[in-house]
């Protein structure tokens, strides 16, 4: 640095601000959190909000707010999972997805993924357990181009199959990976034994279910419940109340369809069903834990005594969950209680946590202990004052923008509470006493039909649970899907036939298809990385009409196998063998599956083909053997196939369609399983009609 920039430098470094207060006497104590000082908490105002019923019966309500050049709303619609049917759980939420990512008849989701993005817009869709919701966003400047396509996407979603089949995929993938998560394990546990396992509230999605769901059924579920007068519409922006309502009147205009009035949520039926609950992994080194019973609704008149009661019990650091199992045991990782009320059904009441395994019957012990402690004398006066305002504090972040404002004033609306809720809620939490915390305490809190889930190695365990009561073991089984064989109805048999015979036509004509007598594959396998990474080349010869021989090169090895559809052999690096059990299974399966063969599935008298959706075939046989076909609108081309497997459904996707002996045959399959992906292959090389014999296709080499 030269002489001349120090004498620059140094002067100003002197007069720094930050020299001051180096210079200033130094504190020997650290200030304490207690000293510092929050205003009070704003008043909550709730803005005049517009409302209206359009002359189609739908319920509109509008909110200026021209802080920024911004529009947004959303449909809320009187819906939900609750009423999905018990043989087709998640209908609801497939259709949710599916009415945004289906796009509308004029456009696909993906040309209006691009549409949106370009203007920095969103419109999405998704219905919950109580309603649906279709939602917008945009700039000012383009109010009017998203504002059409949200009324589309409202009013004539288009449900595209491949998003169908795209939407069915996700949700069996979430249900291949729902025993990964011990922390869900329990929650899903807890709530499944709360509200019962045979109730809407407490269903377990299988694969089955979802499986059973067709476009038909999304489209009957959507035209149900979306309907002008089972919607109330919410727009807040920058933007004249009365423009806006004019706009809306005009936008939807057209739209006077009508159904009857939707039905009451079911109510929530289950019983008690207090006991310990254990839902075994020996992979993990902690326990998660649930425990709690059924609580009540918003509406409930000691709800907020309750909820202060709560946080008093586990809301934080000074809760007394906290301070005695975490903070003096050092038990617990984390611990919480929540007085978990619904807007209109019962919630449950909650205490969760996780804890180290040697210390897991204790745990549960102590919180025990702590209800019973809360239910027998008053809590401090720090204690209430402390949940009051923590309770009331975190309440009003419902209310700080006037979008969320808007949100919550719809919600009660949409749930039959009065408008002034708010204020009624804040007047209560202010008038919530000590003694009022024991008497909810005593009259709600119910020791005996406390549900106590745990997720984690019992071996690990320092003391058995059994010491708390009788221990039910969880079953965390997922089911492997089943298709349904084809039922034998003589429309949709005619039906399925006259697809099967468009699918015949596009691959080359069922003259041909019929003529082949044998075929042969060469393969290139490769395994996805998730589920092991390895690379395979496959020989498959079939010989009609039951001969399957498969030769495989893996690195761990050769291995051949020969089936004639009832039994055979197979050879590999520890040995030789009779092919039986699973193997033969499989190898059953794939005959069965064979590509000509489910083309010419009319022919065979042991089959039947019947139409169950769009563009869908089921083809069973009477050995039990069952498979769905997706024949391809556009092309008439078999694209997709599905199947159950041992860790969840198969699904085989075709494409590069090339024609081998005047037949169209796919050379890439997609193959997924349990909704994740599991492996590609690329067909190398195909021939048809060899002339190969069975003493050729047997012999053992």
């Known amino acids: ?192 034994t709360i509200y019962g396992r045979d109730t809407p509230y407490g269903w377990r999605e299988e694969y089955e279910h979802v499986d059973r769901i067709q476009r038909d059924d999304l489209i009957a579920f959507y035209k149900r419940y979306f309907f002008p007068a089972n919607i109330m519409l919410a727009v807040q922006g920058d933007f004249s109340a009365a423009d806006m309502k004019a706009k809306v009147e005009k936008l939807f205009a057209d739209w006077k369809y009508q159904q009857p009035p939707v039905p009451l949520f079911p109510e929530v039926t289950s019983k008690p069903a207090p006991g310990v609950y254990v839902a075994v992994k020996n992979d993990v080194t902690q326990t ?146 000590k003694a009022d915390v024991l008497r909810v305490a005593k009259q709600h809190l119910r020791p005996q039909d406390l549900v106590i889930v745990a997720v984690g190695n019992p071996k690990e365990f320092a003391k058995p649970l059994d010491t708390l009561g009788k221990v039910t073991l969880v079953d965390l089984t997922i089911p492997e899907p089943k298709q349904e064989t084809a039922a034998a109805d003589p429309a949709s048999m005619e039906k399925g036939k006259q697809l099967l015979e468009k699918a015949q036509q596009a691959a080359g004509g069922v003259d041909k298809l019929a003529a082949v007598t044998d075929w042969m594959q060469v393969v290139d396998v490769q395994i996805d990385p998730s589920v092991g990474g390895m690379k395979m080349k496959q020989i498959n010869r079939w010989l009609a009409p039951t001969g399957f021989r498969q030769e495989v090169e893996a690195p761990f090895g050769k291995l051949s196998s020969y089936t004639n559809g009832t039994s055979g052999w197979v050879r590999g690096p520890q040995g030789e063998g009779a092919l039986v059990g699973p193997m033969l299974k499989q190898a059953q399966g794939e005959i069965f599956r064979n590509y000509v063969r489910l083309l010419t599935s009319d022919r065979d008298e042991n089959r039947t083909v019947n139409l169950t959706g769009a563009g869908m075939l089921n083809i069973s046989d009477k050995s039990g053997n069952s498979v769905r076909i997706v024949i391809d609108e556009n092309t008439g081309l078999l694209s997709k196939l599905s199947y159950a497997g041992p860790q969840g459904t198969i699904e085989e996707t075709y494409s590069d369609f090339r024609d081998v002996a005047g037949i169209k045959v796919p050379h890439k399959i997609l193959i997924t399983q349990g909704g994740r992906k599991f492996a590609e292959a690329a067909i190398l090389d195909y021939k048809v009609n060899t002339g190969i014999t069975t003493a050729e296709m047997s012999k053992r080499q």
Do not use: C
């Not at 207060?21 to 000293?35: E, M």
């Not at 609704?297 to 586990?314: F, H, R, S």
């Not at 038990?331 to 807007?343: H, V």
């Open 288 to 433: 998660f834990l649930e425990v709690g019973h059924l609580s009540g609704t918003l509406k409930d008149k000691d709800y907020p005594a309750l909820e202060v009661m709560a946080d008093i019990l586990g809301g934080g650091f000074p809760s007394r969950l906290f301070q005695r199992v975490r903070t003096k045991l050092g038990y617990a990782y984390s611990i919480s209680a929540n007085w978990g009320a619904q807007f209109n059904h019962p919630g449950i009441f909650t205490i969760s946590g996780s804890t180290k395994s040697l210390s897991t019957t204790e745990t549960v012990q102590a919180i025990k202990e702590e209800i019973e402690r809360i239910r027998a004398a008053e809590v401090t006066d720090q204690e209430l004052k402390t949940a009051k305002e923590t309770v009331e504090n975190g309440f009003v972040f419902n209310f700080d923008t006037r979008a969320k404002t808007l949100g919550r004033m719809m919600t009660y609306e949409y749930y039959g509470y009065p408008k002034d809720f708010i204020f009624q809620y804040q007047k209560a939490i202010a008038s919530v006493t």
């Open 1 to 192: 640095m030269s002489r001349r920039l120090l004498e620059i430098v140094i002067p100003a470094l002197l007069t720094a601000p930050w020299l001051a207060l180096a210079q200033a006497p130094r504190s020997n104590t650290i200030p304490s959190y207690k000293d510092l000082k929050f205003p009070p908490l704003g008043k909550i105002n709730i803005p005049d909000i517009a409302q209206v019923t359009l002359p189609n019966g739908m319920k509109l309500y509008l909110l200026e707010n021209h802080e920024l050049p911004l529009v947004s709303g959303f449909a809320l619609v009187r819906t939900g999972n609750l009423f999905d049917p018990k043989d087709k759980i998640g209908l609801a939420t497939i259709t949710g997805m599916v009415m945004r990512t289906g796009g509308t008849k004029s456009e696909t989701g993906d040309q209006l993924d691009e549409k949106l993005e370009n203007i920095a817009a969103s419109v999405e869709s998704g219905i919950g357990e109580t309603n649906g919701r279709v939602s917008f966003s945009a700039l000012k400047e383009n109010t009017d181009e998203v504002m059409s396509i949200f009324r589309d996407l409202l009013t004539i979603p288009e449900f595209r199959q491949e998003k169908i089949d795209l939407a069915k995929t996700q949700i069996r993938s979430g249900i291949s990976r729902r025993n990964d998560d011990p922390d869900g394990i329990a929650s899903r546990v807890f709530a499944e």
